[in-house]
């Protein structure tokens, strides 16, 4: 029963915060399959890379604000162990993202956000897109797509239009082997954007590093 | 017609009359309906304890009622959610439901937020308000200023969310909830959230789940094999869908189910057997046989009036007293034992004369043990009550219709077999084997000092360990394995609970040991909070305006907060002291499946239940108005208590039973007809006691049963005793037989009736013993 009570806590604090109807604009580039070579050949340089960090700022945009929300924090992204944003400003936390969903750390300790299959699907979606890779993202999303030179921007436009509503569109860009910039855009006014420094140097995570940063 | 004619007649008539009218009055009665297998028909209905009461409805109307099912396809691997679904909406169809849902299914839930989201003013606001006057009256301030700080710490608190993770899921929200009433809910209930998580809720493969509440108890036939079929009729439908779904489930009537079955089993075979045992002592003894078979009206005339008595006084009637009260027969049987067996006082002795030469005895030993039976209706417990009626009015009947059938024999007069040597050796070997019996009596008392008690009401029933292994497995995948206690916290009324949910929350955190908890107490405020609110919003008819400022300030377009604003007017304008009730009713109806379980506004108790991890070990204070649902401590604990009660009605009945004899044979004589059957009881207490056997309130009982007994054999051995001869061959007899049909039910899978088998039957040998190593031989001495 106790995990039942959860689960039923968990929804209606989802419902609570369901999201009304928002737009997407058309998406900027062409559609892309995912056997494309250009971008196979992407993605085989970014799997390649199995520890990534970085450092990041996060830009949030709401419709009843009239400026931005500023953060910044550090990125880590692992072949194995999935996404991690440590946020260091304005607060101290951590948002893992990883195949068993989202976890919360903070100083009070670790957390489960109430579940809500849109927001796992998003997840699904990031962990693939920082890999390019397509096969999996396909099934959900429309996949646009551009490249100049060694720049290039993934667009992920979700097919069912429930999707669509409550995750608006992601668009991921990079250069070569490296995710620069993130964007989760819901509406003009209601959007995340997440600009990526270059990588740290190349170096695997420590066991410390795993053990705070990911679960 | 002569005389003797005419008393035969009439006896016959008497009796058949009898025993049409209770045949009658059985097959009148709805007999199937007035037995009852419900393990909480054991508790008293107008219990004196609310934390039994109220558990009693809890048990019996909700969570009693749940039942788990797990869904899997053809390979074994959890079914689709569509499946899930179509099971519990076919199951929602069936009558015998009162609901089921899908665990993962999202619409109820959806419904529920949302209709949580529209009361927030009134549920969520107060708890709100009242923790930011504690933070502001930590600042020191006046309360001519508490708007305006309240608005700009709502603006700075808002502005601080939006950095937070949370942020983006609820910014939908936002602009109708800007002081973020629904993440302040996250926030409270947080540890809670965490506490109900179970390791299984982050797995990739999460189990298929459907929670399912039956109509009718699960205690009732009702609430058994027509709720198995109308499961496979869901089934059935489901899988014309989904084919090769199958199911797992368990709930209260699973149990209920086997423990029934097995019990009715256990009734047929315990009769049998009990039955074989008394023929099989019967014909070692008598001599012909056939004429034994007289033995056997009487004791069906006691069944009978036992049964017709029980139905009558009580309108439903446990089956534990048909099982426990079938060893009647055992009792019952020495009467006509002692009537039929006793040679004639003199050639043609007229029958009558010799019911009135052994009237003495007879009344003596019946009336003792009735009065010290009628003693235990005045017990709490029902199944005392029952049993001390069953076995009061079929001993009455059973002296009654001996009496009379007798009286209608040509011959009442029943030969025993001659035993050479029956009498245990020469009287020197009697003597040591005496001085051997009373030091190992003497030896066994200290034992009385290491007496363990143990009451478990788990031992009313038979353990079904393949169907707990199952129950088990799926509780685990429903995150039910956790260690941790589930409170009650209770009131007259909802509001009356919440403020002692406030008391029992502040206990909780008091106590130390980290527990953490969860409850509606989060949602639901009490009723001082909701009036501070109603208080705040028309004292301060500012703060909107304030808010708006202070948004502003914080770089908010305060238009974008229109919804708040025009939702907040509204509460300020109609707000009422009724709302809350109102508010909390709405919210309780909209409760689905397992949540629903969380709150009871209802007459003459409501409650809010709290589940807690780490929670401390001793009880909450009665200020709390709280009691630990752990249904399983809390009705062994009644148990316990009804054991001591048991124990003082039986210890009273005894000493009815001594003051009967003390008075019908005197001091001497009565202290040493008493000493038999104290003594077989302490004797076996002690021996328990050194063997470490722990005892519960059916050993107590079986105790009282034994006295009762061995107070009869007493009794009828020094009538003989008197008339220097041995003791008479119905005594040993009856005492066979009772131990031949307690041991019978020693055998027993029930724990409480093995214990009650195993109690009587040994005080009945040690008894026998007793007197045929010439207890009485210094009675006989003397006259």
New interface residues.
């Given amino acids: 029963?106790?995990?039942?009570?959860?689960?039923?806590?968990?929804?209606?604090?989802?419902?609570?915060?369901?999201?009304?109807e928002t737009d997407a604009a058309i998406p900027p580039g062409s559609p892309i399959s995912p056997g494309d070579p250009a971008w196979s050949e992407l993605s085989a340089g970014l799997l390649q890379r199995t520890a990534v960090a970085a450092d990041f700022t996060e830009s949030?945009f709401?419709?009843?604000?009239?400026?931005p929300?500023i953060?910044q924090g550090e990125v880590r992204v692992s072949a194995e162990h999935g996404l991690s944003l440590h946020?260091v400003q304005?607060?101290d936390?951590t948002?893992i993202i990883d195949?068993?969903?989202v976890l919360?750390r903070s100083a009070?300790?670790d957390?489960?956000?109430?579940?809500?299959?849109d927001?796992g699907a998003g997840n699904d979606a990031l962990l693939h897109a920082l890999r390019l890779d397509l096969g999996p993202l396909a099934k959900t999303f429309g996949l646009f797509g551009s490249r100049t030179g060694a720049v290039w921007t993934l667009v992920l436009v979700p097919r069912a239009a429930d999707l669509r509503r409550t995750l608006g569109r992601i668009t991921v860009g990079g250069e070569g082997a490296a995710v620069r910039r993130i964007e989760?855009r819901r509406s003009a006014t209601?959007r995340?954007e997440i600009s990526v420094q270059p990588p740290h140097p190349a170096a695997p995570f420590t066991a410390e590093e795993l053990r705070r940063y990911f679960r | 017609m002569t005389t003797r004619k005419r008393r035969k007649w009439l006896g016959a008539s008497v009796l058949g009359a009898a025993a049409l009218l209770g045949a009658g009055w059985l097959a009148w009665i709805d007999l199937p309906r007035r037995i009852s297998t419900d393990v909480l028909d054991l508790l008293p209905t107008g219990e004196r304890s609310p934390e039994l009461g109220m558990m009693r409805s809890l048990a019996s109307e909700s969570e009693a009622r749940v039942m788990l099912f797990v869904l899997t396809d053809g390979a074994g691997q959890p079914a689709p959610q569509g499946a899930a679904g179509r099971f519990a909406a076919e199951l929602a169809r069936q009558p015998d439901f009162a609901g089921a849902r899908a665990l993962d299914e999202a619409a109820p839930f959806d419904a529920l937020g949302r209709r949580l989201f529209e009361l927030r003013f009134t549920l969520l606001f107060p708890s709100w308000l009242r923790e930011r006057a504690a933070a502001y009256a930590a600042t020191g301030g006046d309360q001519d200023h508490f708007a305006d700080w309240l608005a700009g710490d709502a603006a700075a608190r808002l502005n601080r969310f939006l950095g937070t993770p949370e942020a983006l899921p609820y910014q939908d929200a936002l602009p109708a909830d800007p002081l973020l009433l629904a993440p302040g809910l996250i926030e409270r209930t947080q540890k809670g959230l965490a506490l109900l998580q179970s390791p299984v809720s982050s797995a990739i493969a999460a189990p298929t789940r459907v929670w399912a509440q039956i109509a009718v108890s699960p205690l009732r036939d009702e609430g058994q094999q027509p709720v198995f079929a109308a499961i496979e009729k869901a089934l059935a439908s489901t899988r014309r869908v989904y084919p090769g779904v199958s199911i797992a489930y368990t709930g209260v009537n699973r149990f209920a189910a086997v423990s029934r079955a097995r019990i009715r089993g256990e009734l047929g075979w315990l009769n049998i057997l009990s039955i074989a045992a008394v023929l099989a002592v019967a014909l070692i003894f008598i001599r012909r046989t056939r004429r034994a078979l007289h033995l056997a009206p009487p004791v069906l005339l006691a069944v009978l009036g036992a049964w017709v008595c029980t139905t009558a006084v009580f309108e439903r009637v446990h089956i534990l007293v048909f099982v426990v009260g079938s060893l009647l027969t055992g009792v019952a049987v020495d009467y006509g034992f002692y009537l039929y067996m006793q040679a004639p006082g003199s050639p043609g002795e007229d029958y009558w004369d010799k019911v009135r030469r052994l009237k003495k005895p007879l009344l003596s030993s019946c009336f003792t043990t009735v009065a010290g039976f009628a003693l235990l209706l005045l017990s709490e417990l029902p199944l005392i009550r029952q049993l001390g009626l069953f076995v009061a009015a079929g001993l009455l009947c059973a002296l009654a219709g001996a009496i009379v059938y007798f009286s209608i024999l040509d011959d009442a007069f029943l030969e025993a077999r001659a035993f050479s040597g029956f009498r245990g050796g020469a009287p020197a070997t009697r003597r040591k084997v005496r001085v051997v019996l009373i030091t190992l009596w003497f030896a066994t008392l200290p034992g009385l000092l290491l007496v363990r008690w143990k009451d478990d009401i788990r031992d009313m029933e038979i353990p079904s360990p393949s169907v707990e292994r199952e129950d088990a497995r799926i509780r685990a995948l429903f995150g039910g394995a956790s260690v941790q206690t589930v409170y009650l916290t209770h009131g007259r009324s909802l509001s009356e609970a919440r403020d002692a949910l406030d008391r029992f929350e502040t206990w909780l955190l008091a106590a130390g040991g980290g527990a953490r908890f969860a409850n509606l107490g989060a949602i639901i405020p009490t009723e001082a909070e909701h009036a501070e609110a109603l208080r705040f919003v028309r004292q301060h008819p500012e703060f909107p305006a304030r808010l708006r400022l202070a948004l502003a300030a914080s770089g908010f377009d305060a238009d974008g907060f229109e919804p708040f604003f025009t939702a907040y007017s509204s509460f300020a304008a109609h707000a009422s002291g009724a709302d809350l009730d109102a508010a909390v009713r709405s919210l309780r109806s909209s409760l689905a499946g397992p949540l629903s379980l969380l709150l009871h506004a209802g007459q003459p108790q409501s409650w809010f239940v709290t589940l807690a991890s780490h929670a401390p070990a001793e009880t909450p204070p009665a200020a709390t108005q709280t009691v630990s649902a752990d249904e399983l401590q809390s009705l062994n604990r009644i148990f316990g208590r009804y054991r001591q009660s048991a124990l003082q009605i039986s210890l009273a009945g005894l000493a009815i039973v001594g003051a009967g004899v003390l008075i019908t044979y005197g001091f001497r004589d009565g202290a040493r007809i008493f000493s038999i059957p104290c003594g077989a009881a302490l004797g076996l207490f002690g021996l328990f006691g050194w063997l470490g056997h722990p005892l519960n309130l059916f050993h107590v009982l079986g105790a009282f049963l034994g006295v009762c007994l061995t107070h009869n054999y007493s009794i009828f051995s020094v009538s003989s005793a008197y008339r220097r001869e041995p003791p008479p061959v119905s005594v040993r007899l009856s005492a066979l037989c009772a131990a031949g049909s307690f041991g019978v039910l020693a055998l027993s899978a029930i724990p409480v009736v093995h214990a009650l088998g195993e109690t009587v039957a040994m005080m009945v040998l040690t008894a026998l013993l007793a007197i045929e190593f010439e207890h009485f031989a210094a009675i006989a001495d003397k006259k």
């Fill in positions: 029963m106790k995990r039942m009570l959860f689960l039923a806590i968990a929804a209606i604090l989802a419902a609570m915060a369901r999201a009304e949030r709401f419709s009843f604000k009239k400026t929300t953060l946020y304005p607060e936390h948002v195949e068993r969903g919360l009070k300790g957390s489960i956000p109430p579940a809500e299959p927001a989760l209601q995340v």
